[in-house]
Each structure stands twice: as C-alpha cells, then as structure tokens.
C-alpha cells in the first residue's frame, strides 16, 4: 500500500461532512498570499477541488476570516462538502484532508479528491484509504487545464 505522511507544512485543506466545515490551512492561505477573499473551484470530471485568490467581486467570493486557535480558518458550506462526499463516495462520519499543489500563475492550490488521508482525533492518518495514481503529473493540473464549477457558501446553488 502507498504510504504518505502529512506534516503541517503542507498545503491543506479539510473537509467534516458532519458539520458542513471547510478548514482552510494556514499554509494553504500563506501560499495564496494572504488573500482578502477566495473561492472554491470545483472539477467533478477530474475529481479536484480548487482554492484560489478573488476579488469580493468574483463570483463565489467569500470573504477570508481571521485564523483560529489551530492556525487555520474555517467556513460552513453544507452545499459543498454533502456534493463532494456524494460525488467521492466518502463516509459521512470521517473527516477528509487533502494535499494541495500550488499553481501561481492561476492564483489557486489545487487538491486531487482522489488521494485523501483520513483523520481521526485531529490527526491525518498515514496510510490513503483510497489508493490511487494522481490524475495528472508535473505538468498543467487538471484545475488549470478545464474550467471549473464555482461554489457558493450555503445557497444550495452549483
């Protein structure tokens, strides 16, 4: 089985079904640099998740809250995370984190939903419940290279 590690300076974003959270890693947002609003950017064919830099207003804006406790910001888009555990097939009741790659000429990180690790207590799992090959290498991603599905917060909207 293909063994991954997660350490905190990856770029990351998470996703609780239970609670409809979206947490936004601090490193996610330092890469962004900081944005004053961002969007999610969704690729269904290609099963990626976007995060990437806007103007308040872009479609899809939300608006950057300050960083909690634990060095992340968290948003409540129900809408967004029941579509992706849906679409990926993912249980209810586990907590999903993904890695994300950096595309600065696009002003996004993008996550490959296929290559989740799992987290229990907080904390990722080293293993991928799900193994797979990434759906694209060195080259354009596939959120750089399709257009892709704006989200917004809890308008059901998609």
């Not at 995060?51 to 308040?56: D, E, L, R, S």
């Not at 596939?142 to 989200?151: D, F, G, K």
Request: charged share 25%.
């Amino acid at each position: 089985m293909n063994e991954r590690t997660w350490n905190q300076r990856m770029l990351g974003l998470t996703f609780n079904a239970v609670d409809g959270r979206i947490t936004i890693f601090r490193s996610t947002l330092e890469e962004l640099g900081w944005p004053t609003h961002y969007r999610f950017l969704y690729n269904r064919k290609a099963k990626q998740v976007a995060v990437q830099n806007c103007t308040a207003e872009d479609a899809g804006s939300h608006k950057t809250p300050k960083l909690n406790a634990s060095n992340s910001c968290e948003i409540k888009c129900m809408a967004l995370v029941k579509m992706l555990y849906r679409d990926m097939r993912w249980k209810r009741n586990n907590t999903y984190r993904l890695e994300g790659k950096s595309i600065p000429r696009q002003q996004l990180v993008s996550f490959n939903l296929d290559t989740p690790f799992l987290v229990e207590k907080g904390k990722a799992l080293d293993e991928n419940p799900n193994p797979t090959k990434p759906l694209c290498g060195e080259e354009l991603s596939a959120a750089e290279s399709s257009s892709a599905l704006l989200i917004k917060r809890d308008s059901g909207a998609v």
